[in-house]
């Protein structure tokens, strides 16, 4: 499984950005994608992770200002980001479960991608 992230870059504080993950690989479905960010100096902490019951869960930090979306049939998610502020500044990172086409499972992470919003 490959995770590929990419729409990170430098904005100003109350600016957008969205990022975008797409799965590729001998994938059976999608069954969890999420992102994750980790600011620096601090631990990692959830952003945002799209349920397999069709739900989405946020971070308490990014509520109302963040979007997540899928588009399952590209295995592709998506992480809309409004209202940028200098503590949203962190790497990025997708996370995806998977059923695979051998019927495993797999848990990835990709990359990353590095988020700088200046104040």
């Known amino acids: 499984v490959q995770l590929q992230a990419s729409g990170g870059g430098l904005v100003q504080a109350g600016g957008s950005l969205r990022l975008s993950c797409a799965a590729s690989?001998?994938?059976?479905?999608?069954?969890?994608m999420a992102w994750y960010r980790q600011p620096p100096g601090k631990q990692r902490e959830l952003v945002a992770r799209?349920?397999?019951?069709?739900?989405?869960t946020y971070g308490d930090s990014v509520k109302g200002r963040f979007t997540m979306s899928r588009d399952i049939a590209r295995k592709t998610a998506y992480l809309q980001m409004n209202s940028l502020k200098p503590e949203d500044t962190a790497v990025y990172y997708c996370d995806v479960g998977v059923l695979l086409t051998d019927s495993s499972s797999a848990i990835e992470r990709g990359q990353g991608t590095l988020v700088t919003v200046s104040s």
């Open positions: 690989g001998s994938i059976r479905s999608v069954v969890v």
């Open positions: 799209a349920n397999p019951d069709g739900t989405t």
